[in-house]
């Protein structure tokens, strides 16, 4: 069984669609993020949630709108896709808020190209 | 905030050893991670610290010092396998456990 699963692993839109992403873990995990990694290879937080509460917000432009319907699930939408959204978007989990060697299991990334 | 600085590239023979090095500032240390990411696939977890000093998980080690900010990653018997992409990650209490990574060093093994 996959711990970490995003769909769709590709996704190839027009600017100034709307998408979503989906994860969902399968670990029992409280806290789950959505990393960005760009085609530099900089993955950059973007957001987490412990319990289905928002608990780090980066500085991420509004169109990008996390949920957490339940404390398995994070998904990520995105109005108004630009160009430079195209990107590689991880999904991770982690036990608890980050104490002791509680690692991030990351899922295997939805690869976001937006033309 | 955070400020992670990894050397960005760096070649090594197969068989040898190779040294990545990561310094970092922050306001609330509590814990730095390593992780590989082959191209083209997730990040997956190498090794911890959070006290100083050397953690050794068969031919990967990783050193920490608090006090300057520093921690490496050590490869020995390096294999073609290892050719991947390494982050250094930092855990910030200060802020919900927050994992900042740097920029990530792309280790080339040749034979």
């Known amino acids: 069984d996959t711990a970490v699963s995003q769909t769709p692993k590709y996704l190839v839109t027009q600017m100034g669609n709307d998408k979503s992403i989906k994860c969902e873990q399968n670990l029992g995990h409280d806290t789950m993020y959505w990393y960005k990694q760009d085609s530099k290879k900089f993955l950059k937080i973007m957001f987490s949630y412990n319990n289905k509460e928002l608990i780090i917000n980066e500085t991420v432009p509004n169109r990008f709108s996390p949920k957490s319907p339940d404390k398995a699930h994070l998904n990520l939408h995105i109005n108004s896709l630009e160009l430079g959204d195209s990107a590689v978007y991880f999904c991770a989990s982690r036990e608890g808020l980050g104490s002791g060697a509680n690692v991030l299991t990351f899922g295997a990334g939805s690869r976001l190209t937006v033309l | 905030g955070q400020n992670i600085d990894q050397p960005t590239e760096m070649t090594a023979t197969e068989g040898a050893i190779v040294q990545i090095n990561c310094t970092y500032q922050?306001?609330?240390?509590?814990?730095l991670f390593w992780y590989q990411q082959h191209a083209g696939e997730a990040p997956t977890f190498l090794s911890y610290?959070?006290?100083?000093g050397l953690e050794e998980k068969g031919r990967f080690s990783s050193f920490l010092s608090r006090s300057k900010g520093y921690s490496y990653l050590l490869l020995k018997e390096l294999q073609m396998k290892d050719s991947a992409s390494y982050l250094c990650a930092v855990r910030d209490y200060t802020n919900a456990g927050k994992s900042t990574f740097g920029d990530g060093t792309t280790l080339t093994v040749k034979p």
């Open positions: 610290n959070v006290l100083d």
């Open positions: 922050t306001s609330g240390f509590n814990g």
